[in-house]
């Protein structure tokens, strides 16, 4: 039966099924379609052949076409979400006003059609892929969705007829596990010894899967149907398996079994023998597998045999305490054990994990989605597979695309709250996320090193692993943070404790990673990059899931919260320092940045207190707890002191690297502000003397405080010594300072964060967004604060818009402070906190310092960092103050204040600046209470012989007499008489007692004591204590070198009288302050300035807190004596002195050599670049007056000679010659095009100038002969020669070995020297070609300008017999000189500047007269490139910048010498023909074409050929006689072309009106006079006027008035005009005068000398008025029109249009753009390109014809050269500028090179956004795109842009 259906037509067979199954009774058709399906769905068939496919189709359709089918299904779409799936690279957009969640994206169609106006959206390209959220308002808020799901168009749709599925409903099933026993089949274990290829597996299935895909696309009603069968239990039992008879069915089921076996956690083997005597360890698990070897189903058989395992492992109390708390994961066993499936898509979903997430399968199962039902089955199914992906994940070669693929599935699901809470307490999903992360973290663990090597029991991970090297592990903690920003999520995760422990044990295995220790010896040999992958964990796994959960601590009502995070962070902590041994002391030269344990305890203690209200001593461990947590956070800011002081360079650069990440803005708020603030915390806590004396020797400058002038620091170098200080004070300044977590509020903070990055640069937006440390987790969406980021940055920083500097580097639009801001809110210390270069603290104080020197607040010399006082500390922290009353600190003061005035080694402006800093802190911030009578056991302080209490106040004023130093025999002290002070007075032999321990050694003794009392205190176990020998040996005194000494310094100071002594030593006069200086103070001059301000500041505020003071400070002022210091200064100290007088005056030197440079410069600049004066460089313009004397010299830029171009050693300009199509890109008119955004819209290029000149040549070519035609018109207006000078000029011959040097020097150019190019040796500008200069002579000039007297006509004669003299000079009368070999080689320059196509338009490449043609094209596109640079006109005169770069007085004569070469055959010389009526010649033979009609010819280019071949130098009168006879025939062409716009009747009334006027005396030089004869002429012949009657004449409707004949006449006449004017200018050196607009004619007229002077000023004059005839003007008109009028009816009627030609053309114009970028992406990014019909990888647009190009595309490549430079070529002789559609840049290419130029479109604040990574509304910017074009049109692309590199053809 099956068989015959099988052969049977597919339609009509499934049409007759579809009716037999529609019958109340179906059986028969039941049976007869499952016998269909076994044959036709067979799997043992290859899974390439598509019958199959072709025959469900049909069935599906049940008869009708399956396109049809398909329409049919989607009317019944019911759906109200979207959920379009995209894939990698996709572009899409996200809205964070109408997100919800953070994860929320939308497709570029529902976004358009959604109203975003004014949200904070971007557009950015998918990394991982994505669905769209619109209609799911679990996801995004539903003002946000588009139109289509806002109205919910779904709801009310029909039902579905119940016949349209029902084949569907029984053909699927069969289909579906087809597909899965295809995959069965297909799949190999990795380990056998076959080699796997899934990937062609996966290839043979695609029609079936693309299948599947199609059918979800199908809407909602088909996914229901789908949703049914891959959810259904029963269909999967019933077809799983197989029937029981099939061998092949039951083969592939084992085959699958034997798949699932090791899906869980823990493998089979592993199970078994969990129970077993003697454990072996599993494959799977790492060092700490144990622990979790254990959580199978089976409890282990004995404690005691678990515990042998551990022992094993190293690892103990590790595994112990895993195991207790991993019990809980008994909750849900299936984690570990093997999975078990129940439906269709739990198998799908097993296999598609097993092919690692092929893309389609991906694709198809997240189709489905928008079925809510089916939604709810998928995510369940995916927590069941989440170990397994796991395992699949960490065993996979391409982890990057799975771990992409995977998030694409995840992040779809655990968005939504509902959905990740119904699971979490369903399926238990945090036990199971935290337990797959522990399991994998655990295959990579090591051994710390951290402390005590060799017994440490703590383990941490391996950074070099691939698992975190390739940050393997991010999708799982993706999916972890993602789930824990769901509040009601994260509630579950705090309140349960057995989870918590868990986490803690994982973050644990952070704690201490990537330990440093420092090289002592020699440098590291491999330097090792593992800290990224350590900052990265630690960023990702620890710190973003710990932001998660603090979101959602943030009331009181969360306070148990916090409270049990907190406990496990201590209970963890404790274990930890068990494990690593630790005691007290941290083991020497080791650091790690990573703390997670810490830092989760410091963030929870943060928002205990100042969210939470809870009292911070009750969150607080006992004391001896509080020592050891704050030992190791302190270690790390010493060592970041000691790397930036040099001590770790042996380690090289890496550790740097560390430093500065433990800083930067994405990680500061997440490792060093936790790390501060947890020191702030213990040192409020501890006490203060053991805090002080341990920040000192951990900075190991405890030796450096002794009042001795020399001593021994046992472990540190001289040099380090003063960094270490300066960091030693720094730190406890920021500790002391720093608000961050002690009071501010989140808008102050904001504040700060802000004004300390702006300080240090000014920022744009962007970088200032990326610089201002957010709450890290990504989930949180917004910077913190209620005050919006926007507000705040108005509220601190002024708005820079976006400049031009002409040198070309275009700035952005930039945010700068305020100036209330540096007046009153700079804080140094947090720019110091927060900076990760130190030249970016430079950087602040430079700008600091620059604004008060503006501001006129402190002119002289350099001031120091303003103090800025501070906010209120919280309540709870009030212990911080205690730091800056402790005796031990005020010591430490005391000694350095005295240091300083001494000029010890190794004090700096640095440590007195921060000293004062910490003694006005202590002014400011006063402690209350006194504490003294809390301490009865003052008596055994060491330190009371110092001061008497802790308070600053009292002890500023406390005079110390003798001090008792150790210091080595050689010491200045010991050499003074050795009489110890008088023991007569009481007061000194009490002091004598007292000063036993007085050194400040006895800080470290003080520490020891108190840490060993609190250890008694706390436990009675402190006997066993044993300390690390190492540290305890550097403290003993008896251990130092022998020659110690005891000897005692008479001091008798304060600290305010070494304040009021440094006062004088800083202002260096005896008695800087006088007595009464307290009372004359006004005291707000004290805010900004340097030290003398701050110390004048610290005795103003201790005398108004204190009178003691105040009377002191009177007292010390009035009786001050000069500063005796106790002792000669020591060699060192003179030393010193000199090395820094050395250096001042070194450096006074180099200011002035400078500055002397600079001058030099600006000089320099202003004569090369200076643009009024016109004359600034005689090489300039031969024809300047003052040259007129005597020969001209030039100046050789390379050897610095002087002198004139001779023929033997010819002196060349600096030039650079390009191809140039810039001037066949203009149209007529002025509108620029636009460049198309739309399907319809288009540009023609047919209507350029270009296209035009083209179609004129051709044309003539038709009719003409070929050599006339060369000379009737100018070529080069596409690919034309244009050579520009920088004004500089060089001996040909330094020249050359100028390029041998540059050929040998390997330097990287951006030039290519074997084509020629090289730099200007004196202003770099580029240049390839040296134009040399003819030599001057200077007799000659005289006579070349003499005005003239002699009558037209006998110029005219003159010219002709110059023009006839041309035979007598052949080439080889002048010997090859020098010169003339040079201008050779310059021509070969010119002619291999362009290509080939642009150079041979005559019928015989090569010949004589091609070659003609292209030089006096040259001079043509010179000339009329200038024009172009001076705006189009001449009418603003004098030079301009662009007659700067121009050098057509050279370029003239070396094209002269080489137009000599062609002679002008007489017959035909066009002069003749222009001059004189010629008696008509019959002897033309009929087959030869006509010449080229005079009519039809272009004045300018004969003006430009005469001027070339008459013999040089031509003088000026027989010049001004060409233009004349020139400009008869340029009218009577406008004449001819205006009448040829008439209208017939119109023609006929002029022609008679005009005939009237004939016989009139000035009838020559009336222009209706002759108009009509022209008309009249030209009339004879009917062909001339009836061709254009086609055309409707453009001005028909109006009426031709005398006036607007006049306009129009003058308006054709002038481009000639303009251009014979500037070429006079060149070759003489006339004056341009400029003139306004209107009166351009006359002033051009007057300047050529065609009007008399008188005329000119007065009436308005008449362009027939310039005329001026030799011959009779009637009959020379009437022989140009008969030439016309005599060509053959076919020639005429074509050649005719050649009359009406109109020279005026707009100015250049690039293409106009949309002011919206977003318009020019959405039409070009998804287009498809026009050659290769594939939609470009980088598209890109030419922004000078609109052409749509594959950029680096090797699809469109020809010959080897990629489309771009194609283009380039062909559109603009090598010069392009293209619009990179995918990066929003532009990139400019010249010739062979290429540089990026920048971008024209910003954002709102001013800035580039390039390859679109913001992906932020971009809008044109004006100024740029007018920087652009002026760039293309002057062509100075070359001169500005900077960066050039080759492209090689691949763009």
């Known amino acids: 039966m099956a068989a015959s259906l099988v052969r049977r037509d597919k339609k009509s067979t499934a049409a007759h099924l579809k009716a037999d199954l529609n019958w109340t009774d179906n059986s028969s058709g039941v049976r007869q379609l499952q016998e269909l399906l076994d044959s036709v769905l067979n799997p043992e068939k290859p899974a390439a052949d598509t019958e199959a496919l072709d025959w469900c189709k049909c069935l599906i359709a049940g008869g009708e076409g399956f ?575 000691e790397i930036h002081s040099n001590m770790w360079v042996r380690n090289g650069l890496q550790i740097k690297g560390q430093a500065m990440t433990y800083v930067q803005s994405h990680f500061c708020n997440s490792m060093i502000d936790p790390d501060i603030f947890l020191l702030q915390v213990c040192a409020s806590r501890l006490d203060p003397d053991y805090f002080i004396s341990s920040v000192f020797e951990r900075f190991k400058v405890v030796d450096l405080l002794t009042m001795a002038s020399v001593h021994q620091n046992a472990v540190l170098d001289g040099e380090q010594e003063r960094p270490m200080l300066e960091g030693a004070l720094t730190f406890l300044v920021i500790l002391s300072s720093l608000r961050i977590h002690l009071g501010m509020a989140d808008d102050e903070i904001l504040r700060a964060e802000m004004v300390s990055q702006l300080c240090m640069n000014d920022r744009t937006h962007s970088s200032l967004l990326d610089l201002i440390p957010e709450n890290p987790n990504p989930k949180s969406g917004i910077v913190p604060g209620s005050c919006s980021f926007e507000e705040m940055l108005s509220a601190v920083a002024d708005f820079k818009a976006p400049v031009f500097e002409p040198g070309g580097s275009m700035q952005q639009g930039m945010y700068t402070p305020k100036e209330e801001v540096w007046e009153k809110e700079f804080d140094p210390i947090m720019v110091v906190l927060r900076t990760v270069y130190r030249r970016d603290v430079q950087s602040a104080m430079d700008r600091y310092s620059a604004f008060l020197k503006q501001s006129g607040m402190h002119t002289t010399g350099n001031p120091w960092p303003p103090y800025k006082e501070r906010t209120p500390l919280h309540p709870c922290y009030k212990g911080l103050d205690r730091l800056l009353h402790c005796k031990t600190l005020h010591i430490v003061i005391f000694t350095l204040l005295y240091k300083i005035w001494l000029d010890h080694s190794n004090m700096s402006e640095h440590v007195l600046c921060m000293v004062l800093y910490l003694i006005e802190l202590g002014l400011d911030n006063q402690v209350q209470e006194d504490k003294e009578d809390e301490e009865p056991c003052i008596e055994e302080h060491c330190h009371d012989s110092w001061f008497p209490g802790t308070n600053l106040l009292s002890n500023l004023h406390h005079v110390i007499n003798y001090v008792r130093v150790r210091v080595p025999e050689t010491a200045p002290e010991v050499k003074r008489e050795k009489d110890p002070p008088p023991s007569t007075s009481a007061e000194a032999a009490n002091f004598g007692q007292n000063v036993r321990e007085a050194q400040v050694f006895s800080l470290v003794a003080e520490r020891r004591r108190k840490f060993q009392e609190i250890i008694n205190r706390s436990s009675t176990e402190a006997s066993q204590v044993v300390r690390p020998k190492s540290s305890s040996t550097r403290w003993v005194p008896p251990g130092t070198p022998p020659q110690l000494v005891t000897e005692i310094l008479e001091i008798r100071e304060s600290m305010l009288s070494l304040l009021i002594k440094l006062h004088q030593k800083l202002s260096a006069k005896q008695n800087s302050l006088s007595a009464t200086w307290l009372e004359d103070m006004e005291t707000n001059s004290h805010a900004h300035g340097d030290g003398i301000t701050a110390i004048e500041r610290i005795l103003t505020k201790a005398a108004t807190r204190s009178r003691q003071s105040k009377r002191n400070i009177q007292e010390i002022c009035g009786k001050v004596s000069p500063p005796v210091a106790p002792k000669k200064n020591g060699p060192t100290d003179k030393k010193t002195m000199d090395k820094d007088e050395r250096r001042q005056r070194a450096r006074e030197r180099q200011q002035k050599l400078l500055a002397e440079f600079a001058s030099r410069q600006k000089s320099f600049m202003e004569t090369a670049m200076d643009v009024e004066s016109p004359d600034a460089e005689a090489a300039m313009d031969l024809g300047a007056s003052e040259v007129m004397e005597s020969e001209v010299l030039y100046d050789c830029v390379i050897c610095g000679q002087s002198g004139p171009s001779t023929e033997d050693r010819p002196t060349g300009l600096v030039v650079l010659l390009q191809a140039s199509s810039v001037l066949g890109h203009r149209c007529k008119s002025d509108e620029t095009k636009k460049l198309p955004t739309t399907d319809d819209e288009h540009i023609y290029p047919a209507d350029t100038c270009g296209a035009a000149h083209d179609v004129r040549l051709a044309l003539m070519q038709r009719f003409f002969k070929d050599s006339s035609c060369l000379q009737s018109v100018s070529i080069g207006w596409e690919g034309g020669v244009y050579v520009q000078t920088c004004g500089h000029t060089l001996h040909i011959d330094c020249h050359k070995s100028y390029m041998v040097s540059l050929r040998n020097d390997q330097v990287l150019q951006g030039f290519s020297v074997d084509k020629g190019e090289f730099t200007c040796p004196l202003c770099r500008q580029f240049a390839n070609s040296v134009l040399p200069c003819r030599p001057g002579r200077s007799t000659e000039v005289v006579s070349w300008h003499m005005p003239t007297n002699k009558k037209t006509a006998v110029l005219v004669k003159e010219v002709e017999d110059l023009q006839e003299q041309l035979g007598l000079f052949p080439v080889s009368t002048t010997t090859e000189s020098n010169l003339s070999k040079e201008m050779e080689s310059v021509i070969k320059d010119i002619k291999n500047t362009t290509q080939r196509k642009y150079m041979d338009y005559g019928k015989n490449p090569g010949s004589p007269d091609n070659d003609f043609l292209f030089m006096y094209s040259v001079a043509r596109t010179n000339l009329e490139l200038e024009l172009v640079h001076r705006g189009g006109n001449l009418c603003s ?325 990629c489309e771009c430079v194609l283009h380039s070529q062909h559109c603009g002789a090598a010069t392009g500028i293209f619009l990179l559609i995918n990066a929003s840049v532009i990139i400019i290419i010249r010739g062979h090179r290429f540089c990026l130029w920048g971008s024209i479109y910003l954002d709102a604040h001013g800035e580039e956004d390039r390859d679109l990574r913001r992906g932020k509304p971009l809008f044109l910017c004006v100024e740029r795109y007018r920087v652009l074009q002026q760039q293309w049109v002057s062509h100075t692309f070359d001169h500005i842009n900077k960066r050039w590199g080759p492209h090689y053809n691949g763009l």
């Open 67 to 641: 396109e049809e089918f398909c329409k049919t299904v989607r009317s019944y779409d019911n759906a109200t979400l979207c959920g379009l799936v995209w894939t990698a690279n996709f572009v899409a957009y996200r809205c964070r006003t109408c997100g919800i969640s953070p994860c929320m994206s939308l497709c570029a169609e529902c976004f358009n059609n959604g109203d975003h106006t004014g949200h904070d959206f971007n557009m950015f390209r998918s990394q991982a892929g994505g669905a769209c959220d619109c209609g799911d308002s679990n996801v995004m808020r539903e003002t946000g969705f588009c139109n289509r799901h806002r109205l919910r168009t779904g709801e009310n749709v029909p039902s579905v007829p119940r016949d349209l599925l029902l084949m569907s409903e029984m053909v699927l099933p069969r289909f579906i596990i087809c597909v899965i026993q295809y995959l069965r089949d297909g799949y190999t274990e990795p380990d056998t010894s076959t080699e796997r290829d899934l990937q062609k597996v996966l290839q043979q299935l695609e029609p079936q899967i693309s299948f599947l895909e199609e059918l979800t696309k199908m809407g909602g009603a088909m996914r229901t149907v789908l949703t049914k069968i891959l959810t259904n239990q029963q269909i999967f039992k019933d077809l799983s398996m197989g029937q029981e008879d099939n061998v092949y069915a039951k083969k592939n089921y084992e085959k699958y079994l034997s798949a699932l076996k090791n899906s869980g956690l823990v493998s089979v083997e592993e199970k078994a023998q969990s129970g077993a005597a003697e454990p072996t360890r599993g494959a799977e698990a790492g060092a700490g597998a144990g622990a979790l070897g254990l959580l199978g189903a089976e409890a282990p058989a004995s404690p005691d045999e678990s515990n042998k395992e551990e022992d094993q492992d190293g690892g103990q109390s590790v595994g112990q305490r895993k195991r207790v708390k991993l019990s809980s994961t008994a909750k849900d066993p299936s984690i570990m054990d093997s999975l078990k499936h129940k439906c269709f898509l739990e198998e799908l979903l097993f296999w598609t994990i097993k092919y690692e997430f092929p893309q389609k399968m991906v694709t198809f199962l997240l189709n489905m989605l928008p079925d809510q039902d089916y939604k709810i089955t998928f995510t369940k199914t995916f927590v069941q597979h989440y170990a397994f992906i796991m395992k699949t994940l960490m065993k996979s070669q391409e982890s990057d695309t799975m771990s992409n693929r995977i998030v694409h599935i995840s992040v779809q699901l655990f968005s939504n709250e509902e959905l990740a809470r119904h699971v979490t307490e369903e399926c238990q999903l945090l036990d199971i996320m935290v337990t797959v992360l522990l399991y994998m973290m655990e295959s990579c663990l090591i051994k710390s090193e951290l402390q005590d090597e060799e017994n440490s029991r703590h383990v941490v991970v391996n950074c070099s692993e691939p698992l975190l090297k390739n940050n393997t592990y991010w999708p799982l903690v993706s999916d972890f943070i993602n789930i824990l920003s769901h509040q009601s999520v994260a509630k579950k995760f705090l309140e349960d404790h057995s989870l918590l422990m868990l986490w803690m044990s994982f973050v644990s295995f952070f704690q201490g990673m990537n330990l440093n220790k420092r090289e002592l010896s020699e440098h590291v040999e491999f330097e090792s990059q593992t800290y990224y992958a350590a900052f990265a964990a630690e960023l990702e796994a620890c710190a973003q899931p710990m932001w998660g959960l603090l979101t959602h601590c943030k009331v009181k009502e969360t306070q148990e919260y916090t409270k049990t995070v907190v406990r496990y962070c201590l209970e963890t902590l404790q274990i930890w320092f068990d494990a690593i041994g630790f005691v007290d002391e941290p083991a020497p030269n080791q650091v790690t940045f990573h703390l997670p344990l810490h830092r989760y305890y410091a963030m929870f203690l943060s928002k205990a207190v100042k969210c939470q209200g809870l009292d911070l001593d009750s969150l607080l461990p006992h004391q001896e707890m509080l020592m050891k947590i704050m030992v190791h956070p302190l270690q790390i800011q010493a060592s970041l002191s």
């Open 1437 to 1761: 005169g004098g030079a301009s910048a662009a007659a700067k770069r121009s050098c057509l007085n050279q370029l003239f004569h070396v094209l002269a010498m080489h137009m000599r070469l062609y002679s002008i055959d007489s017959a035909y010389n066009p002069w003749t023909r222009l001059t004189q009526v010629a008696q008509r010649r019959d002897d033309c033979l009929d087959d030869e074409r006509p010449e080229v009609p005079m009519l039809f010819r272009d004045c300018p280019s004969l003006l430009i050929i005469f001027v070339l071949t008459m013999p040089q130098p031509l003088r000026k009168e027989h010049f001004i006689c060409l233009v004349r006879m020139l400009y008869n025939l340029q009218y009577t062409q406008a004449l001819a072309s205006l009448s040829a716009k008439f209208s017939p009747e119109e023609r006929q009334a002029w022609s008679t009106s005009g005939a009237l006027k004939k016989n009139a005396f000035d009838a020559e030089k009336s222009y209706d006079a002759l108009l009509s004869h022209v008309i009249g002429e030209l009339s004879k012949v009917k062909t001339v006027y009836d061709v254009n009657t086609e055309v409707p004449s453009m001005l028909s409707s109006s009426v031709w008035s005398p006036h607007s004949i006049e306009y129009s006449l003058q308006q054709f006449c002038l481009p000639y005009l303009r251009l014979s004017c500037l070429l006079q200018h060149h070759l003489y050196g006339d004056k341009l005068s400029g003139c306004p607009e209107v009166e351009e004619f006359s002033g051009l007229a007057g300047c050529l000398g065609l009007l008399a002077p008188a005329l000119q000023p007065s009436n308005p004059i008449y362009s027939a008025s310039c005329l001026d005839w030799t011959v009779n003007a009637f009959d020379l008109m009437t022989q140009w029109c008969s030439e016309v009028t005599g060509l053959s009816d076919t020639q005429a009627k074509k050649s005719i249009t050649l009359l009406v030609q109109d020279p005026q053309w707009a100015s250049p114009h690039l293409l106009h753009l949309p002011d919206h970028y977003n318009i020019i992406f959405q039409y070009y990014h998804k287009k498809a390109c026009t050659a290769c019909k594939k939609v470009p990888k980088d598209p890109a647009l030419c922004l000078v014809c609109g052409t749509f190009v594959c950029l680096k595309g090797l699809c469109c490549k020809q010959q080897g050269i």
